[in-house]
């Protein structure tokens, strides 16, 4: 009977509106320590059947640490190389277009001012090597200026500059 009425008392107190905000956070801590005592008491033998080993089973196949180990990795380097594609098309329309204009004919705004060449001239892609092209992107060369890049850009700007020839 008392407890009955105690939880009605809690309840009724509750449903008023000057009440509502810190009764329902007493409410749910002190019914969350029945609950927590239940679960430490034995589970009964009759009620694990329902939880279904077999199901259990199916997400271990598919969850299985051999395959995702072997799928992580795969991922992360496919992100990786997007990552490192998506720096050097920024690196190019941040750091170089504004010279050598979007497909590298020396068309951007400071291009003609500056003679900037024409990166997709097949007579220059055929006398440079990437090694130039690398070494210039790093020592800059009249009034480009030099560029401390790390390595996977500048081996995806020069690849980039290659892709340029006879565009
Ligand atoms: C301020 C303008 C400017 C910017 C910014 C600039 N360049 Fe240049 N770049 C030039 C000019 C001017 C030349 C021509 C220099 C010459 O041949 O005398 C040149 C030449 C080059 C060459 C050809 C070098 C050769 O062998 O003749 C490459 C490759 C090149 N730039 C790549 C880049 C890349 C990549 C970036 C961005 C990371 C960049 N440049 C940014 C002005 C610029």
């Known amino acids: ?67 995702s180990g072997q799928q992580a990795p795969a991922g992360k380097n496919a992100a990786a190389a997007t990552d490192t594609a998506q720096l050097v098309e920024i690196t190019w329309r941040q750091q170089c277009s504004q010279c050598h204009g979007a497909m590298g004919r020396g068309d951007g705004p400071n291009g003609p001012m500056l003679h900037t060449r024409d990166l997709a001239d097949p007579e220059w892609q055929a006398k440079t090597s990437d090694a130039d092209i690398a070494a210039t992107i790093r020592a800059g060369k009249d009034k480009m200026p030099k560029f401390d890049l790390p390595d996977p850009v500048m081996q995806g700007l020069v690849a980039r500059i290659r892709q340029l020839k006879g565009s």
């Open 1 to 67: 009977m008392l407890p009955f009425r105690a939880v009605k008392e809690t309840t009724a107190r509750a449903a008023r509106p000057g009440g509502v905000r810190p009764i329902p956070l007493l409410l749910a801590s002190l019914l969350a320590l029945p609950v927590v005592a239940a679960c430490d008491q034995a589970p009964s033998a009759d009620s694990l059947p329902e939880w279904k080993p077999s199901d259990h089973h199916s997400l271990d196949d598919n969850g299985g640490a051999p395959a």
